[in-house]
């Protein structure tokens, strides 16, 4: 059990909800669903030059999900595709309990706890899902 | 009063396991309950003294086995206040049992023929009949709720017809814990010549139901919400309506003769219990309703009522939160949903758990048209049984507000 | 040979039963084989700890059994040697999951299509297809059985035609304890383009097996065979073939969204797993395998090859048993059906019962078809389990040759 | 458990098969079967002013069966349909454990020891039950 997995941390980000909105010039664009629980992430990105100029999200879903977009938000603008992918799996490294990757968003270390909770892994995951569709278009 | 939840406790050992140092408050019995000490025993002792393979066996393990079974079938009549024990058919559940009636009507229903449910219906009372739907084209109308979250039955008269040949309603409501009116169900179900089928999965745990009464034709429940083990369920139809089903699943055990080109199904209930039935496991069922029929029945639900109250009135009092259900005590069970402003409902429900160790529900509690109708994605279920107390309630206001103070 | 059944013995209380003053012989394994005290444990501490409805839920024992589940169906991926847990679909047993595939494929098939059995099915495997040909019209074709109980693949040629869409047989026979030679039956699918099934039922037991090896497209059994609690089996399906069946029931937890107008299903394996599963009992099931595959397999088939002989030899020296099946040790488990001249299959087990403790079955073994190939109306049936040991078939048949004197 | 379920009585009454055979002529007949073992009987009765005077049988059935039917056919002969009634009845009474009916026939007593087999009963009841349709035709 952790008395963690609402810690401060993620309830700010969620709350910051860092690039949350709408891209409506966007060509790279992914919904992705959850269909266990209803939940739901769009998430559309303008890229220059295999470069991240612009990452807007929008979320039907939890604190977790919310929280995981709002870093997407925050740290993906000047991030390159590979960065991208390479947070992307360390959110999967968190998930699996292992120590956060180097080199990836420290940020994404607040999610340390949910390794405990098999049922959110996909909160946490759905804004990257949405980000790794949104490249492959 | 006599009856004393603190000294049912005892019966439940998981209600003792403590979560990361903290005593459980176990508020999903609507989901699952918990299932006492008399239940559990009674199965080991029949794995253990009674086990083998029902009917045609002639050993004396065999025998026993039989001889429990059947009994398990006659409590769960009596349970019922059933005609025969005959008319008691053993399922994997609620679902399996409605499926069972819907898969078993197909060969009786034409395109056109209506099915009525409602609004509010657990998804295992819609998919059932929308296959029906898809197989034979019948339509699926739906009765509407009200803003209280009970069935309208105010529309019965324009939505039952001529063509309405069944009326599937849940007998009380996993989500909003209504309590149907069934009379002028059955009354606008004989008018117009319907069946009615209600799915009490969320009645049974309440004690001993009278089916005839009712006037219903049949009946659906499951073993794990009353108290007994996973895996077990009923049906029970009237002995007329039973005849007329057709069997969904064939194998041994529903036959009367079997040859490569031509084969005989089994009177039932035998006809609708293909397979080795899950034996052990009515065995329990039959214990755990007479353990519930042996509860003080006016005293539990007293109890439950003013944990009800509580509830409702500690929730009134946070802020945000809003009851989706009926706000008073009247024609309800202990099941509150509620959401909670700017928080999701597994938010909530993980908050509470991390922190207090209770045990709610979160989601669309598979009644997604009903979440539609009140515009959520969720709600958080919160579901009482006879062993809660004030404290558990007590945790439960506590986690909300609480929760409404870190996460909004 | 360092594998004991003595030892074995004491891990299942109930072989210590007494029966009248006289210890149990149990001989009845096909039909159920009895549960160790491993399992019956496991069941206990997921009841007592872990009980709640599994999927969906956040809080702590919804997160324990839904892991305990889940893990469940990784130990039965792995006894298999699936690709996939997903491959892996809980039932209720194995005439539920067969009932799945035949429901499953129903729209798949059209009239004409053909479905292969053989004469020596369980009605499990025999009814759900007969219920495809009144629901749909396809032909139900069945490979003949030569003397010795066995399949014979030598009409494989004539009886697999272009139109054969599925070949359903036993793995192994749970009359004759024929244990079928698959690599045929795979190449006859496969030149026609037709899936196979097997039904494990009776080979499970026995070990580990290798789906992926064998090269069928489904397969199917129950748990209540294998040491494992009632009211739970399994079909295995590969990815491709789960992917293209239907669901045959609907409810909760199988559906990835509700409207009232418009249903869509959840990916296998939860689109067949309509409603709460038995989840307990898949729990045990998961201990069981770990339980069998755990034996020494090789010193375990070797003794209980050792007792078939022993039975066969000894049901040879008396006058009037005839055996139904093979003669020899070939191909074949340790299910050894025969009949008594002049005595009937009931009077015989209820006599060996009665006089010995000996637990027989008797009668058609859900195999009608089968009797009527070899003209009989049933057969007395001994089948064995690791436990088993040569008192037990000493027993038996002391007591077949009592039943001869005082029956005849 | 009972040692006495085949005892030498029962025994005997199968093997003498009172009554086995056919009477092409009889007016009253009635087959009865037992869907669980497949066992069945039929029955062909000649009546003459309400008396048997004739009955006749064939079991395809087990021992248990074939000795109900056999006291049928050492035993109908002469009596009058009230008379098959009550034996059909202290038939079902032995079954359930009560002591045989005063005025019915001491073979039927041979039976006791089925009450305690639930599964057997059919078994017994069996040519009973076609007797009894028998007299309905
Ligand atoms: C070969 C075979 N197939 C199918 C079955 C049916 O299994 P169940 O009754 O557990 O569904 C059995 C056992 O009864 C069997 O032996
Ligand atoms: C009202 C209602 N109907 C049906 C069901 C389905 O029951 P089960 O999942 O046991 O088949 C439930 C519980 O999940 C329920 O609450």
């Known amino acids: 059990m952790s008395d963690e997995l609402y810690q401060q941390a993620i309830v700010e980000l969620a709350r910051a909800a860092h690039g949350a909105g709408r891209l409506d010039n966007a060509k790279r664009r992914a919904t992705v669903d959850n269909p266990l629980c209803g939940d739901r992430v769009t998430v559309e990105i303008i890229l220059a030059n295999d470069h991240v100029v612009n990452l807007r999200h929008t979320v039907k879903g939890c604190l977790l999900c919310k929280a995981a977009a709002s870093i997407l938000g925050l740290r993906a603008p000047g991030a390159d595709s590979d960065a991208l992918h390479a947070n992307a799996a360390a959110v999967d490294a968190v998930l699996a309990g292992k120590p956060l990757p180097r080199n990836t968003w420290a940020e994404i270390a607040s999610f340390q706890p949910v390794a405990q909770h098999k049922s959110r892994f996909d909160c946490v995951r759905l804004p990257f899902q949405a980000v790794r569709d949104a490249l492959k278009e | ?408």
Chains 1, 4 share one sequence.
């Open chain 2, 1 to 408: 009063m006599a009856f004393d939840p603190e000294q049912l406790r005892a019966e439940f050992p998981i209600l003792n396991t403590r979560l990361g140092g903290k005593a459980l408050h176990y508020l999903d019995n609507a989901a699952s309950a918990q299932i006492p000490v008399a239940v559990i025993d009674a199965v080991m002792r029949h794995e253990t003294a009674a086990r083998a393979n029902v009917s045609r066996g002639v050993h004396s393990l065999a025998e026993r086995a039989t001889e429990a079974y059947e009994a398990a079938r006659s409590i769960i009549a009596r349970y019922l206040n059933a005609a025969l024990p005959d008319e008691v058919v053993f399922t994997g559940g609620t679902t399996g049992a409605i499926n069972l009636v819907a898969q078993g009507s197909a060969s009786q229903l034409k395109p056109g023929d209506e099915i009525v449910i409602s609004e509010l219906e657990h998804h295992s009372n819609i998919v059932p009949w929308h296959m029906l739907r898809e197989r034979i084209g019948v339509a699926l109308r739906a009765l509407p709720v009200t803003d209280e979250g009970r069935v309208d039955l105010a529309a019965l008269d324009r939505t039952v017809t001529k063509r309405t040949r069944m009326i599937a309603l849940a007998h009380v409501s996993n989500v909003t814990g209504a309590v149907l009116d069934v009379a002028p169900v059955v009354a606008a179900a004989r008018a117009s010549g319907a069946q009615v089928l209600l799915d009490g999965a969320q009645a049974v745990p309440h004690g001993p139901v009278d089916v005839r009464a009712l006037g219903v034709d049949f009946y659906a429940f499951s073993g794990h919400k009353m108290f007994a083990p996973n895996g077990i369920g009923v049906l029970w139809g009237k002995r007329e309506a039973l005849a007329r089903l057709a069997p969904a699943f064939g194998g041994g055990g529903m036959i009367r003769e079997v040859a490569l080109d031509q084969i005989s199904y089994a009177d039932p209930p035998r006809r609708f219990e293909a397979g080795t039935p899950p034996i052990a496991q009515a065995v329990g069922l039959g214990e755990a309703a007479r353990w519930v029929a042996a509860l003080e029945r006016e005293a539990v639900a007293a109890h439950e009522l003013r944990l009800t109250g509580r509830m409702l009135d500690g929730l009134a009092d946070i802020r945000g939160v809003r009851v989706v259900g009926p706000q008073g005590l009247q024609a309800r069970r202990g099941v509150v949903s509620f959401t909670l402003d700017g928080v999701h409902p597994h938010d909530l429900c993980q908050f509470v758990d991390d922190r207090f160790a209770v045990a709610l529900r979160g989601g669309h509690h598979c009644a997604q048209p009903l979440m539609r109708r009140f515009g959520l994605a969720g709600t958080s279920r919160a579901s009482l049984a006879p062993y809660n107390t004030d404290a558990d309630v007590d945790a439960l206001l506590q986690g909300v507000a609480e929760a409404r103070r870190v996460l909004v």
